[in-house]
């Protein structure tokens, strides 16, 4: 390649485009219409001086092999990448994971108010025992034979039309009074069904206890004529008037 050409064509290119070098470093200044001016307010001689210290830019390139550069069709290869997309499969299972968690959640929640309403219930039958009276003795003997508490108004029903709720009350006009064996307590049970039929934690009680003739009634009525008839708190006759049992 001819030198002086080189030269010539580097410095014009310098002065054109305001290729300012110091040392090994090159700075590239703007040739819009204010430098324009500027160099021309500056004459010949700024040029003349950037053109005397331009340096060849050369980008490194390989060669053909005898010192020159080989030819190149000035084309840059893209950078090659790799896109990189979430596993769908790993959102899948994100999902169920969060749908899992939320029944567990769901699951332990409604535990939590199940043992909250017994909780409510165990307390108040606490308060209702505690009180005592027909409602109380009902309660705790209906407790103490693992019956549901809405059988209350039943056994209610029953006790009011045998004793009145009188728990010391004595029968002593029927024929199990004439035959000696008189029925007694709330439910008026004689001493034969009380020893049979009390429930087996309150045996040693005696017939006159309140809940423990409660349950000696309430297991002979449902032992006897089912749990229908207690729940529908006694035997009735045909127009529905209270029988006993």
Excluded at 176 to 204: D, E, K
Aim: aromatic share 6%.
């Amino acid at each position: 390649m001819n030198t002086r050409r080189s030269f010539s064509m580097t410095a014009a290119f310098g002065a054109a485009i305001g290729v300012v070098t110091t040392g090994a470093f090159a700075a590239v200044t703007s040739t819009g219409a204010t430098n324009n001016t500027a160099a021309a307010a500056e004459g010949t001689g700024t040029t003349a001086a950037l053109a005397a210290n331009a340096t060849v830019l050369e980008p490194s390139a390989p060669t053909d092999g005898i010192g020159d550069v080989a030819a190149t069709d000035g084309h840059i290869s893209p950078v090659a990448y790799t896109a990189s997309f979430a596993d769908p499969s790993g959102a899948d299972a994100q999902i169920a994971s969060l749908d899992k968690a939320g029944k567990i959640a769901d699951q332990i929640a409604a535990q939590h108010a199940e043992e909250a309403r017994k909780q409510a219930a165990a307390d108040k039958l606490a308060a209702l025992i505690s009180q005592g009276g027909v409602d109380g003795w009902i309660a705790q003997a209906l407790a103490v034979c693992d019956l549901p508490q809405d059988l209350a108004p039943s056994v209610k029903k029953v006790i009011m039309a045998e004793s009145g709720g009188n728990p010391t009350a004595i029968n002593n006009w029927d024929s199990n009074a004439r035959r000696g064996t008189p029925s007694q307590g709330l439910m008026q049970v004689i001493p034969a069904t009380f020893r049979a039929y009390v429930h087996p934690s309150l045996a040693g009680k005696s017939i006159t206890d309140p809940v423990a003739n409660i349950t000696a009634g309430v297991r002979y009525m449902v032992a006897t004529y089912g749990l229908e008839t207690l729940e529908a708190g006694g035997r009735t006759d045909s127009s529905g008037s209270y029988v006993g049992y």
